[in-house]
């Protein structure tokens, strides 16, 4: 598969661009930045240094990916989407006579995003957080904590009222009754979850099979 680059985008040296990944418009890429095979990087976004990208993830318009974050494979980012790494920060040294560093520090802190997770357009994503697996972020929101695996967050600060299923569909809205009394959802897709509180496991083929089966 060929890999495309638009005329007007900037990719900096030692960055790595899998088979079949497209980067738009005005698109910059900082340098040693690792994207997987058949991604899309949307025109006028920024991804800086060092950012690992897996393979099929989709980074729309606008989007800024700062310096600490990672996406696993089947992420999306939609539009004016904002990453950020830094809980307080500062331009320059407390008595305003030295401009600080952009450079990496201990006070940079890490956020992952984990395969087939959606965050919402124009979402801002605090750091050292962790977006579970296929959870989803509304649009708007404002991420402080990090959201389970299969939970759709809204709000700000965002905050987890349901789940979702890996095609995208909502399953079951929370409420307080789900913290004490687990109970099992089918999304209209047909895949089934395990919900108990916050906690939402995919029910495999195999685990059906066997419940079917211990009801005989």
Known sequence: ?????????????????????????????????????QCIVGGKSLIAYDVRIGNRCKI?????????????????????VIFTNDRFPRAATP?????????????????????????????IVGCNLEIGRFAMIGMGSIVTRSVPDFCLAIGSPARVVGAVCRCGEPTIRFTDSLDSAPCEVRCKCGRRYSVHGHVVTEVSTAA?????????
Not at 28 to 36: E, V
Not at 69 to 79: N, Q
Not at 100 to 121: Q, Y
Request: proline content about 3%.
């Open 60 to 80: 729309n318009s606008n989007a800024y990916l700062c310096n600490g974050v990672t996406l696993e494979d089947g992420v999306m980012i939609s539009a004016g």
């Open 208 to 216: 059906r099979q066997e419940s079917v089966q211990s009801t005989r």
């Open 95 to 123: 008595d305003l006579t030295e401009l600080l560093s952009s450079d990496p520090d201990e006070h940079t802190l890490p956020t992952i995003v984990r395969e087939g997770a959606t965050i919402g357009a124009g979402s």
């Open 1 to 37: 598969m060929v890999v495309r680059v638009h005329p007007t985008a900037i990719v900096e040296s030692n960055v790595q661009l899998g088979d079949g990944t497209s980067v738009w418009d005005s698109a910059h890429i900082r340098h040693d930045t690792i994207l997987g095979e």
